[in-house]
Structures are given as C-alpha cells and as structure tokens.
C-alpha cells in the first residue's frame, strides 16, 4: 500500500486477523522504518501511523495494477494548518480543467486538406479494447501486427490491448473546424463488473488553408464523433471478422491449407482456488477462496527458480514438474452460458469454479501445423480476450458467437485469405480459431493481453523442438545471463 504526499511509520505486521488488544503491544516505537509504501503480508496485517502535515488531497492505494484498477483505492484529505506555510497554495492559473481539455492541451494532429495520412494505431492498455474515430473523417484500414491486409474501408476502427492497426486517413473534411479524434473503452455489460468509462481525446487542426478559395462562414468550433456504446461488442466482432489477408501468396498458406499435425480446444475464463494451499474451501466469492484466470481450468504459475527456456536447454530436471497443457477442457459444460457471470454464495457457476495452479507448457516439434480454438466463456465475467502468442505470427481461420461446434463452424474457416496477426481478438461469449506453422525453436508465451487476466493465470508456454540445422537450433544463452536463483538472493 502506498500513500502519496507523506512518509510513515511502519509499527508492526503480522499473519491472521488484527486484533487491537493484542497486537498493538507488538509495536516498534523505539526505531520504526520511515517507509511510503508498506508490505502487507499474504492473509495478514500491518500497522502504520503518519502525522497529517502535508495539506492537500493525498492518492491511497494498492501497487498491484490489478488491484488498484478495480478500485483498491481512497483519497487521504488533510486539511490547512493555521499558518501560510501550511495551507494549501492556490492552483496555478494555468492549470486544464479535468472536464475538458482544451486545443492547446490535447495532442493535436495537424493535416493539409486533400493529403493522406498514415495513423498507427497501438492499444498499450491494460484493461479494455478501444474504440478509434475521428469525427467527420472515414478510414482505410490496411495492416494489423504488422502484416497486411486486404484493404477496408470504415469510420470506426477496435483495436484491443496488444493489437495494432494501421490506417490511412484522407483530410477531406472541410477546413475551417478542428474534428475530435476519440478513444472509447469497451466493456462488457452488467452483470459484469462495471470500470469508469475511460475516453480520451485529441484534435485533427487543418493547416496551410488557402483561405481565399474556402467558405469558412459556420464551420467553427470542435466536431465530435458519433461513439458506439461502451457496452457495445457486437461493432468490434465484425470489425474483426472483416480483416482478411493481404499476402495471398504468404509461404506459410500452403502448409496452413493443408493437414494439421496438432489440435488445441482452450477455455478461456475464472475460477479459483483455496487460500492456504488447502484443497476443500468455500467458493461463490467466499474470502476462503481466490479468484484466479486459467486456460483450460490451469492457471498459469510462473516457476520460482528456473527460467523455461535455459532449463531447457541444459535439460534441468525441474522442467519435470512443468505439466502438458491439456489438448482439452477437463469437462464440458455450456460455456456460454449468461448465468454463469454472477459470483455469488449458491451460484451456478460456484460448482464448476474450483481450479488449479500449475506451470505448464505445450510442445510442438519442429514446422508442425498448428490449430487453436480459442472459447471465451462466462465463467466469473463475460470479457472478450485479446490471446497473444510470442514469437510467432499465426493465421486468424474464423469467429464467431456461442460454443464452438468442430463439424459446424469448421465449414466456415477461412483458408483462402486469412489474415496473418500476432494477437486475435477472442470475442466476448464466442470463439476464434488459428492456424500457425512452428517454426521458431524456443519457448515462447502465449497469454491473455488483459493484464486482469494474464496477472492470475490466463497464460502457457508453447515449446518448439528445434530443427534438423544449425540455423533452426536454440543457440546457447549468453555466457553472462544472470540465474533466476541469483535474481532472488
């Protein structure tokens, strides 16, 4: 926990509940550490104390990203002291207003009427996709990953965390406005659990106008866009099923049209374990259990001492504790199904939320054709999943709606043109199925780009034999690469 604005006293901690009458005895006050953030350990406590002589509104939170989002958080407001020295100063005169940020404020992009521009777009969030407009401007859409695409033409543009896209932007709106450009993020609707609405904002000013040849008379002020709705996920499922190849002669096409080597079917969603390493525990949000995210009901743990990839190549005897990641969810069950979301004492998903940690891994041996069929699922929360593979590119076949059925939704693949990416858009109660050649030797870490969901275990390691050359062999790590044991010393 960390708190802004002060230094503290750290008194005491402990393990279990805090118990005034007991543990205040405990307490140092004869050398306390001078501390502003304060380690609370796993199920316990600990006591801090502060003199509130710093006036002013003081941010209070956790530092685990996955906490404070959620809200794990306050406002520490301590109050003027009787002198100036000790009374808050006045906001300068130049300070922006939190509700609108002005011209000379925003990013501002400035374009020439008639000229084309390139926009590159990167969602580096960590918790929602984005919706990307500019008002009274269209787009082109021409390459995502950096591969590209077959190109489209739309006025709103969904990227997701890790995923990029690239757009040309033709300044063909009239000259005289400046036209908001707009990030929405998208979440699901209730009954998931509900963020602030993030949106921010910029400006496209028009420059080098020939003023003589342009009626500027009501064309002033700030156009916005038109946004979809944040609760809106339908916009963003066929904006992705509208990406198709731009490389119909890629070299790998040929090996992903034809026979797959390896077939994966993985869920993707919430569960949890018991606390205290215990294997029998209350669930539906019980305190005795833990939320945790899996791929097919494994919840990724990262290993404590050895690093995958070196332990595997000196052929390390702790890589026997790394488990296979199972082709399979261990049992089938309505994925999809909407009364699975609420957590609650009794519900329906409390029976089929118990779960595991464990480091696993998936290995391919060298060039083997690779299926994945990614299912989101309601377990817990109904997000939609951005899967981003390491190391690879991977040919994105088909999406849709509901559980995935092989003899139906097989039909409808595309191996025509698909398109080449690194991360796919695993849609909100539905599937995405891929297609990759393993052709990398290496370990390479497939994963979940909300960091809610990579940060408890939506996550695997996928293995790559090497090849029959030289030039398709792990090469040895560097002679200077630091031990994982050594890192924690």
């Known amino acids: 926990m960390h708190l802004h604005g002060h230094d503290f006293f750290v008194l005491a901690q402990g393990h279990g509940n805090y118990d005034a009458a007991r543990d205040a005895r405990s307490y140092n006050l004869v050398d306390p550490p001078v501390k502003n953030t304060v380690h609370v350990p796993r199920l316990g406590w600990a006591a801090i104390r502060f003199v509130a002589d710093n006036p002013g509104?003081?941010?209070?939170?956790c530092h685990f990203e996955y906490h404070i989002a959620p809200g794990m958080a306050t406002v520490v407001v301590v109050e003027n002291g009787p002198t100036p020295e000790t009374t808050l100063p006045p906001p300068p005169t130049d300070l922006t207003k939190c509700c609108f940020l002005g011209a000379e404020d925003s990013y501002v992009l400035e374009v020439e009427p008639g000229k084309t521009y390139l926009l590159r777009l990167v969602n580096a969030a960590l918790y929602s996709e984005y919706y990307f407009k500019v008002a009274g401007h269209s787009f082109t859409v021409v390459a995502s990953d950096a591969n590209y695409l077959t190109p489209f033409s739309t006025d709103v543009?969904?990227?997701?965390?890790?995923?990029?896209?690239?757009?040309?932007?033709?300044?063909?709106?009239?000259?005289?406005?400046?036209?908001h450009m707009v990030a929405l993020a998208i979440e699901a609707p209730?009954?998931?659990?509900?963020?602030?609405?993030?949106?921010s904002r910029g400006l496209v000013r028009?420059?080098?106008?020939?003023?003589?040849?342009?009626?500027?008379?009501?064309?002033?002020?700030?156009?916005?866009?038109?946004?979809?709705?944040?609760?809106?996920?339908?916009?963003?499922?066929?904006?992705?099923?509208?990406?198709?190849?731009?490389?119909?002669?890629?070299?790998?096409?040929?090996?992903v049209r034809g026979p797959v080597d390896e077939r994966?079917?993985?869920?993707?969603?919430?569960?949890?374990?018991?606390?205290?390493?215990?294997?029998?525990?209350?669930?539906?949000?019980?305190?005795?259990?833990?939320?945790?995210?899996?791929?097919?009901?494994?919840?990724?743990?990262?290993?404590?001492?050895?690093?995958?990839l070196e332990a595997r190549y000196r052929g390390d005897a702790s890589l026997s504790t790394v488990e296979e990641l199972p082709s399979r969810p261990p049992r089938a069950f309505n994925y999809t199904d909407p009364a699975l979301i609420p957590v609650a004492p009794g519900g329906k998903e409390e029976s089929i939320e118990p779960t595991r940690k464990a480091t696993t891994k998936r290995r391919f041996r060298y060039n083997a054709t690779v299926e994945v069929v990614f299912q989101s699922t309601a377990m817990m929360q109904s997000d939609s999943n951005p899967m981003h593979l390491h190391g690879h590119d991977f040919f994105v076949l088909a999406q849709g709606h509901g559980n995935y059925d092989a003899a139906?939704?097989?039909?409808?693949?595309?191996?025509?043109?698909?398109p080449v990416k690194n991360t796919v858009h695993v849609p909100r109660l539905g599937w995405a199925a891929i297609r990759f050649v393993a052709d990398n030797p290496g370990s390479w870490f497939l994963h979940c780009h909300f960091e809610y969901h990579i940060a408890p275990g939506?996550?695997?390691?996928?293995?790559?034999?090497?090849?029959?050359?030289?030039?398709?062999?792990?090469?040895p790590p560097p002679t200077d690469l630091p031990k994982c044991s050594k890192l924690q010393e």
């Not at 939704?409 to 698909?418: I, Q, T």
Request: aromatic share 8%; net charge negative; hydrophobic share 35%.
């Open 206 to 255: 028009y420059k080098n106008i020939n003023v003589s040849g342009v009626d500027c008379r009501g064309q002033q002020g700030a156009m916005m866009p038109e946004m979809p709705d944040h609760h809106d996920t339908t916009t963003t499922f066929y904006f992705h099923g509208n990406l198709t190849g731009g490389a119909p002669e890629h070299p790998l096409l040929p090996r």
């Open 157 to 179: 543009v969904a990227v997701a965390p890790g995923e990029t896209m690239d757009v040309l932007m033709v300044a063909d709106a009239p000259p005289c406005r400046t036209y």
């Open 190 to 199: 209730e009954p998931d659990p509900q963020l602030p609405l993030y949106l």
């Open 408 to 418: 139906r939704d097989a039909r409808s693949y595309n191996l025509v043109d698909p």
């Open 264 to 308: 994966l079917y993985i869920t993707l969603g919430q569960g949890s374990v018991c606390r205290g390493n215990t294997t029998s525990c209350k669930r539906g949000g019980s305190s005795e259990s833990m939320l945790v995210a899996y791929m097919n009901n494994v919840s990724f743990h990262l290993p404590d001492k050895v690093a995958l």
């Open 57 to 61: 509104s003081w941010f209070l939170h």
């Open 458 to 475: 939506m996550a695997t390691v996928v293995v790559v034999d090497n090849g029959p050359t030289p030039e398709t062999t792990l090469p």
